[in-house]
């Protein structure tokens, strides 16, 4: 099967800085688009970010001028860099990865999540 396994986060004031980094493992044969969602008590998942496997990159209007995506393709790892935290980035952040498995089968495979907190 395929697993992603998030790492990162925390705790951080506002104004700080805090990275996040996923890694796909598995029964591989290719990864399309990555992403970033996050979600916060009471409210649905929303994208952070996404992606290609070209380096195309698309951001949420919030994330915009503050994160940053990048992705490693041999090592099947995406990577989200914050800066400028604010109290309204808190949230449970989810890894996400568009898999093609070694069966040729293609699935859009989500992490366990890890917590963001950011203190005013």
């Known amino acids: 099967q395929v697993q992603l396994v998030e790492s990162g986060g925390g705790l951080v004031q506002a104004g700080g800085s805090l990275s996040l980094s996923c890694e796909v493992s598995g029964r591989v044969f290719s990864i399309f688009d990555m992403g970033w969602y996050r979600q916060a008590p009471g409210k649905q998942r929303e994208l952070v970010a996404r992606i290609a496997r070209d380096g195309n990159t698309n951001y949420a209007d919030s994330a915009k001028g503050r994160f940053t995506i990048s992705r490693n393709n041999a090592e099947q790892t995406v990577d989200l860099q914050m800066n400028s935290l604010r109290p309204e980035d808190t949230a449970v952040y989810y890894c996400?990865?568009?898999?093609?498995?070694?069966?040729?089968?293609?699935?859009?495979?989500w992490g366990r999540g890890t917590q963001v907190t950011v203190s005013s």
């Open positions: 996400n990865a568009d898999v093609r498995s070694i069966r040729y089968t293609d699935d859009s495979y």
